[in-house]
Structure formats: structure tokens, C-alpha cells
């Protein structure tokens, strides 16, 4: 994509006007952003972590940016209600926050949960960090921060959350980011502030749903940070219309002794992209990632995940399972960084993979790169299919072809997803997994 | 009527002819063991009765009960009351055996039109089962065969023929592997499971199993055939004299 001004997606981006804030620092950001993303462009296929994901349909079509009437589209409630899950709730629909369908009048003790928009009306100073600095992180021309960028420039809306240092808050915090169904496609953008501050405890239920079949482009930027001790267990449902189209990057930061859990399953969207970026900067802090990607019809569920060691005794272990049916693609990158200075650092990476269809594909790579000593480090993939003797097996006994093959399908994605402490969340995530597989 | 009747049974695999005109017939009650050299064809002829793929029946016909059961799915099959304990029980990581055995416990009796067993009915008879066979119920709840020793593996397929009650029961070598104690329960828990309504057809290479469960009929399967019938006495004659020389024998009943 040499010619990025000729793009219609990136023509309509660039066309419609910025968010203003009245904040001189944040609206230069923007515009800097904005800049770097005309310059830049959107990634292609020759860069490595776009090697198997092309936005060349995507590329071709114009997305309007923001939606005018986002308080007033129309969601069932219903959508909402996850089991085991019942706290405070955070809910957006096509970017923009809707106080009618959160939940945030009660807060736990500690706990700062608002929409963005408001945030930066009171205080922004505490913001400024995290808004102001992505554009100049890297070359100006280098496209692989393109959505980044995108999501800078026109993000004005999303979660703040802090969690005061030593506060435990045992109830789940939802957050909920709807695409509902406008006139015309539609691009919309969300940007998400995470603080655990020194030994705060929280658990983050993130849902990712549609209302209708609407067509979008959303990007969501998420950046995570655990102070010391903090411990964070964060669970991801993504589940949108096949319509749909999502590009989310979580920046993640662990200081010391602090321990994320993170349990993902992607299930819907036409096409998607999770960048997660771990950087294990205290010792001893600790990161465990499980995901399930299950792309069918003729989704492309893209993974990619880089966890850097940056500290004494750090701990990375990360376990994830896709499945792709029919015409589905699917793709997983696991790079581990294990820096100079890391020692003494635990670093493990496992992605097994089942195609259910001859025309299904996975592509998945782990990486792994150590410039520190004594460290522990695995890692492993495969590509395979349902295994033929346990599904005679099964059989033999009297289970249907197709219980069967849903029985084992259903087993080989549950073994990353059963240390999921919320037992009526995960029996739910599994329901939602087994109603995509075919029957 | 005959329980089993197979006739003139002829299958290949992999394109080689492995069953070359096997005769055999089961009554109700009776236990049959069909013995015969490597290679004779033992196991083949198990797999063709559970409708495995990659054996490719060429000629011949089985009627099980009056039905053609070389035309019914493996899953049907298994609801119409045919069993097979592997010689090898497949491990399946992340199925619970409990929740595995209910499943094909009310799969079959949906497929026969009767009422599934919720989860309280379904433990207590697996409960029943579990003292009848002797079997501690740890077993349970691992997942199915997976990390089970060589003995916990024949169990637990004598396990699910307890729960599961087929009518024809076909045993392909589950004495092999293992020790003298791990044998003498299995021969138990199949001799718990005898009755008037159900059939045994036990394959195996050494007379050993035998000893303790105590066959009706003998038959030697050499070459693709049944060559030799007789009563339990073959069996010690066999262990005697060895399979040597017994490809060359008439197949039995070839005249009749």
C-alpha cells in the first residue's frame, strides 16, 4: 500500500474533522497522531506482523468517522447481562459512553470508574501520559502503529478506571463495547486507561458485542498498568456480528510482584486483530495469558501477543487454542522477549490449533528470544485435526458423529479456559463456544 | 433366531484381504472365544462388527437381531446394543469420564427411544456398577484413559460394558498387557456381566484369559477363516500344540 492517500479508508479518516478537546496538549497529540497516520499509512503484508492478515478489502472502503447519534441507537439491555458477572458496568455503544445502560452510581470503595469524555473534562493532567505519547514512538513512516495512530488522532471517548493502592474489590467491573447498526459504515474508536495501584486486587470482565449486524471498523487502545503487587484477573468476550470489524491493541505494564491473568475468547467479527503488548518490568511480576480464537464462515481472527521480560525472576506463560471451520482463517504470533538483565526469568508459550474444514487455515508462529541467563524458556505449536480414533471411539459407544466431534472440540478449547476462577462465567464462555461449532 | 450370524464375511484393508470367508454364529447367553495366530484376522473381524472405517467389507453378510448391521453406523450399532473393548482404549484429554459415559449412556437410549437419566439417576447407577465391578471411583473423575495404567484402561472398558449393557459383547484381546491380578478382575467383572440375554465374543491370542473366564464355543480363526471349532478343550489343545500347521486345516463347516 505504497499510496496511502489513495486509499479510501484512509481518505475518510483523514477527511472528517478531529475531535476538538480544548486541551492544547491533547488536541496537538491528535494532530500529530493524524500526521503521522497520513504519512505512515496502513500496514501491508510485507511487514512481518501483518504477514498474514491483508487490509486490502478492508482498505477499499470509506468509513465514516463517529457517530452522531450514538446516544440514541437502540441496544437490548438484555445483551448485556453476562452470568456470574454483576458489578459495576461500563457501557459504550459505537464509541461514545451511555450512562443509560451503565451501571456506575455505587462505586466499591477505591474505585474511579468513569467514561473518558467525562474524565477529561474535570482533571486531564493525570491523562496526559498515556494520550501524548504515542505518535512519536516510533518512525514516522513505519505503518505498523497505523490503528494506534488512528485511535489517537480520533479517540474521545472510553474507560478511565483506577483502582486505589491496597483496595481488593472482589464483584467483577464490566465493560461493555457495543456496535450497533447506523446508515452508512462506520468507524468509531475507543481509548481505555487502566490503573491497579500497589496490592489492589480487581477482576475485569471486557465485551466486545454487536447489536443487529452492523457494519463497522472500531479500534480500541488499552493501556494496563499494575503498580507493585497489584494482581489484575481480566477476562475478554468478543463476540460481535460477523459484520463487524475490530482492531484492538492492550499495552500492558507489570511492576513488580504484580500478576495478570488474562483469559480471551474471540469468537466473532468479520475481521479481527488483537495486538498485546506485555512488558514485565518489576521483578518477579507475572503475566498468564489463555485464549481461545474460534473463527468460522469466513472470519480471520488475528493474535498477536509480545511479552517482554524486563526484570529479575519474571514470569510469562501463555496458553491458547484455535479452531477454524469452514473457509475461516486464523492466526496466532507468540513473541517472547526474555531482555539482557532478565535473569532467573520463566517464559513458556503454547498454541495448539484444530482445523475442522479442509479450507480452513491457522498460521501461527512462536517466537522466542533470550539475551538474559538461567532462563526457563518453551514454546510450541501445532496444526492438526480432530483425532479419528477418539472419534471412533466415541462413536463406538454410542455418540453421534457430530456430538462427538462437538464433545472433542469442545474439550480441546475448555483445557485453557478451565483455571478460569468465575465457574458461572466460564460455563458460560463454554456454552458460547460449543453454540459456534457446528451441529 | 440367532443373536449374530455372520456369513461368508470377506473384508480388506488397506487393500489387502484380511477376512477371506469367515462363518461364524452366536446364540444369546453363549460366550464365544475366537483365538487364532498374529495376523489371522482377530481383530479385524472386531472392528467390522463396530463399523470402523478403513475396513472395507467385500462380500459377505452379518445379521445381528434380524437386522443387516454391516449397514448401520458405528453410533447405531452401539444403540442397537454392540459393544467393543478396545485392544487399545483411545485416551481423549479434557472429557471427563463420567460426563463421557452419560453422554453415550443417553445418546444410546435416545437413539432406542427411551428416556435420558439425568444426573442424579446416572450416578447412582454408576454408583451400582462401580461396587459390582470392583472398580474405586477415582477413575471417574479423571479424563477418559488419559495417563490410566495398561490394567485401568481394560477396566474401565469392562467398566462401560457394565454401565452401557449391550447385548453383544466383543472383548478384542483385553488380556493382553496385563499382570496376573489386573487379568483375574477383568475376568470378573466380565463373568458379573454374563446373563441369559447376552453374548461374549472374546478375542485373544492366549488361552490364559480362559482359565477364568470360561468360553461355551472355541474357534480358531487362521488365514481369514474359522478352521476349527470346538469346546473349551480346543483352547488347551492350542496352548499344547501351538497355531503351527493350523493355516493348512479345512475351514469348519467349509462342506456343510
Known amino acids: 500500500m505504497n499510496q496511502p492517500a489513495t486509499l479510501p479508508l484512509v481518505n475518510a479518516l483523514l477527511d472528517s474533522p478531529l475531535p476538538s478537546s480544548g486541551i492544547d496538549w491533547l488536541d496537538a497529540a491528535r494532530q500529530e497522531n493524524r500526521e503521522a497516520f497520513a504519512a505512515g499509512g496502513l500496514p501491508d503484508t510485507r511487514l512481518e506482523a501483518w504477514k498474514y492478515t491483508t487490509l486490502r478489502a478492508l482498505s477499499q472502503r470509506r468509513f465514516a468517522n463517529g457517530d452522531a447519534h450514538a446516544q440514541e441507537r437502540e441496544v437490548d439491555a438484555s445483551t448485556l447481562v453476562l452470568p456470574g458477572v454483576a458489578g459495576p458496568r461500563l457501557v459504550f455503544v459505537n464509541g461514545r459512553f451511555r450512562a ?92 481505555n486507561v487502566i490503573e491497579l495501584g500497589e496490592h489492589a486486587e480487581l477482576s475485569l470482565v471486557e465485551q466486545h458485542i454487536s447489536s443487529g449486524e452492523p457494519s463497522y471498523l472500531a479500534t480500541l487502545v488499552s493501556d494496563i498498568e499494575l503498580r507493585e503487587g497489584a494482581v489484575l484477573h481480566h477476562t475478554l468476550l468478543q463476540n460481535t456480528a460477523v459484520t463487524a470489524s475490530l482492531i484492538r491493541r492492550s499495552n500492558l505494564r507489570l511492576h513488580a510482584r504484580s500478576h495478570a491473568t488474562l483469559h480471551v475468547l474471540e469468537l466473532g467479527g468479520a475481521l479481527v486483530r488483537h495486538d498485546l503488548q506485555a512488558e514485565l518490568i518489576g521483578d518477579e511480576a507475572q503475566l498468564d495469558t489463555r485464549g481461545v480464537f474460534m473463527p468460522h464462515g469466513r472470519q480471520h481472527i488475528d493474535t498477536q501477543l509480545a511479552i517482554r521480560h524486563q526484570a529479575l525472576n519474571t514470569q510469562s506463560s ?25 535473569d532467573g526469568s520463566d517464559a513458556s508459550l503454547s498454541n495448539k490449533n484444530l482445523l475442522l474444514s479442509p479450507s480452513a487455515e491457522i498460521d501461527t508462529k512462536p517466537e522466542l528470544e533470550i539475551y538474559a541467563d538461567e532462563v526457563k524458556a518453551a514454546h510450541g505449536a501445532t496444526v492438526g485435526q480432530l483425532d479419528e480414533r477418539a472419534l471412533f471411539y466415541l462413536r463406538s459407544r454410542g455418540i453421534p458423529l457430530a456430538d462427538a466431534r462437538v464433545l472433542l472440540t469442545t474439550a480441546f478449547c475448555r483445557a485453557v479456559l478451565d483455571d478460569l476462577p468465575n465457574e458461572t462465567l466460564r460455563e458460560h464462555l463454554s456454552e458460547l463456544l460449543i453454540a459456534q461449532l457446528p451441529n | 433366531m440367532n443373536m449374530l450370524k455372520i456369513e461368508n464375511l470377506h473384508a480388506r484393508v488397506e487393500g489387502k484381504e484380511i477376512l477371506k470367508g469367515l462363518n461364524l454364529t452366536v446364540n444369546a447367553g453363549e460366550v464365544h472365544a475366537i483365538m487364532g495366530p498374529n495376523g489371522a484376522g482377530k481383530s479385524t473381524l472386531g472392528n467390522v462388527l463396530c463399523g470402523r472405517e478403513g475396513y472395507e467389507v467385500t462380500a459377505g453378510t452379518v445379521i445381528y437381531n434380524g437386522i443387516d448391521l454391516l449397514a448401520l453406523d458405528p453410533e447405531a450399532r452401539a444403540a442397537a446394543g454392540v459393544f467393543l473393548a478396545f485392544q487399545y482404549p483411545v485416551e481423549i484429554p479434557g472429557v471427563n469420564n463420567t460426563y463421557f459415559l452419560r453422554a453415550a449412556f443417553n445418546a444410546q437410549r435416545k437413539a432406542r427411544g427411551e428416556k435420558e437419566f439425568d444426573s442424579m ?33 481394560k477396566r474401565n472398558e469392562i467398566f462401560q460394558m457394565a454401565v452401557l449393557e449391550p447385548q453383544l459383547a466383543i472383548l478384542d484381546e483385553t488380556d493382553s498387557g496385563l499382570d496376573i491380578d489386573a487379568l483375574k478382575q477383568v475376568a470378573q467383572g466380565v463373568n458379573t456381566l454374563r446373563s441369559p440375554e447376552r453374548a461374549f465374543l472374546m478375542i485373544t491370542h492366549y488361552q490364559r484369559l480362559l482359565d477364568y473366564v470360561v468360553p461355551d464355543f472355541v474357534h480358531v480363526l487362521a488365514d481369514g477363516r474359522i478352521v476349527e471349532s470346538g469346546d473349551k478343550s480346543l483352547a488347551l489343545k492350542l496352548e499344547e500344540q501351538g497355531y503351527a500347521g493350523i493355516a493348512e486345516r479345512r475351514p469348519a463347516g467349509a462342506s456343510a
Open chain 1, 100 to 191: 443509560d445502560l451503565s451501571a456506575i452510581d455505587t462505586l466499591p470503595d477505591g474505585l474511579t470508574l468513569q467514561p473518558l469524555s467525562q474524565a477529561l473534562q474535570g482533571d486531564a493532567e493525570p491523562l496526559r501520559f498515556a494520550l501524548s505519547r504515542s505518535a512519536s514512538i516510533r518512525h514516522v513512516r513505519d505503518a505498523s502503529d497505523a490503528f494506534e495512530r488512528i485511535n489517537a488522532a480520533s479517540a474521545n471517548d472510553g474507560v478511565v478506571l483506577r483502582l486505589a493502592a491496597n483496595q481488593k474489590i472482589t464483584v467483577p467491573v464490566q465493560l461493555v463495547f457495543i456496535g450497533a447498526a447506523t446508515e452508512s459504515d462506520l468507524a468509531w474508536h475507543v481509548r
Open chain 2, 121 to 153: 439417576q446416572f450416578l447412582k447407577l454408576v454408583r451400582e456398577k462401580l461396587k459390582v465391578m470392583q472398580i474405586s471411583d477415582e477413575l471417574l473423575h479423571r479424563a477418559v484413559n488419559e495417563g490410566f495404567s495398561g490394567g485401568e484402561k
Open chain 1, 318 to 342: 501463555s496458553n491458547w487454542r484455535g479452531v477454524a471451520n469452514d473457509r475461516a482463517r486464523g492466526v496466532f504470533r507468540g513473541a517472547m522477549v526474555v531482555a539482557s538483565g532478565a
